[in-house]
């Protein structure tokens, strides 16, 4: 799962409407909420491309082949407490609420954070689906090469930018 920069405008409207339209939580602008759940994952995206060149150091540092960057990301990201892969959604949701309690926007809210969550959840995997998409069809395209050869990468890369470009992905 991956969230994509061109998918959080219309995440943070699905997510503000599923919200405050089932009263979890009260507001006078639903926009400014969703400027402030675009805010929380925005600032995802910023941590996320950290954690990824941290990884990309660590393997550099260590001489570990690219096999390994799975294993350096999620090291990395759990030394920093984020969210990534399956832990995202949660992440993500959780991050979400604590803004709505933090928020000079969110009048109060009403409902538990499980409510919330489940109602979250569902949004964000179906905009974060799209990578598993677009990885199948960058693959699809560059099946004549071998996979985790600096070639692949290169051109795995070059492809999945094509790709985003053409979705408006970002």
């Given at each position: 799962?991956?969230?994509?920069?061109?998918?959080?405008?219309?995440?943070?409207?699905?997510?503000?409407?599923?919200?405050?339209?089932?009263?979890?939580?009260?507001?006078?602008?639903?926009?400014?909420?969703?400027?402030?759940?675009?805010?929380?994952?925005?600032?995802?995206?910023?941590?996320?491309?950290?954690?990824?060149?941290?990884?990309?150091?660590?393997?550099?540092?260590?001489?570990?082949?690219?096999?390994?960057?799975?294993?350096?990301?999620?090291?990395?990201?759990?030394?920093?407490?984020?969210?990534?892969?399956?832990?995202?959604?949660?992440?993500?949701?959780?991050?979400?609420?604590?803004?709505?309690?933090?928020?000079?926007?969110?009048?109060e809210v009403f409902?538990?954070?499980?409510?919330?969550?489940?109602?979250?959840?569902?949004?964000?995997?179906?905009?974060?689906?799209?990578?598993?998409?677009?990885?199948?069809?960058?693959?699809?395209?560059?099946?004549?090469?071998?996979?985790?050869?600096?070639t692949w990468e290169?051109?795995?890369?070059?492809?999945?930018?094509q790709i985003k470009?053409?979705?408006?992905?970002?």
């Amino acid at each position: 799962m991956r969230l994509f920069q061109g998918k959080i405008p219309i995440i943070a409207k699905d997510i503000a409407t599923a919200v405050v339209s089932a009263g979890d939580i009260e507001t006078d602008s639903a926009a400014e909420v969703e400027l402030d759940i675009e805010a929380v994952l925005k600032e995802y995206l910023r941590v996320e491309r950290e954690i990824t060149e941290r990884a990309k150091d660590m393997l550099e540092k260590r001489q570990l082949p690219y096999s390994q960057f799975g294993k350096a990301r999620k090291a990395v990201a759990d030394e920093r407490g984020v969210g990534v892969g399956e832990d995202v959604i949660e992440y993500l949701a959780n991050q979400i609420i604590g803004s709505f309690m933090h928020s000079v926007h969110v009048e109060e809210v009403f409902s538990p954070d499980e409510t919330m969550r489940a109602k979250m959840a569902p949004i964000l995997r179906k905009h974060m689906a799209v990578d598993e998409e677009v990885d199948a069809e960058v693959r699809t395209k560059i099946k004549n090469l071998e996979e985790g050869t600096r070639t692949w990468e290169i051109e795995y890369q070059r492809v999945m930018e094509q790709i985003k470009r053409r979705r408006g992905l970002e």
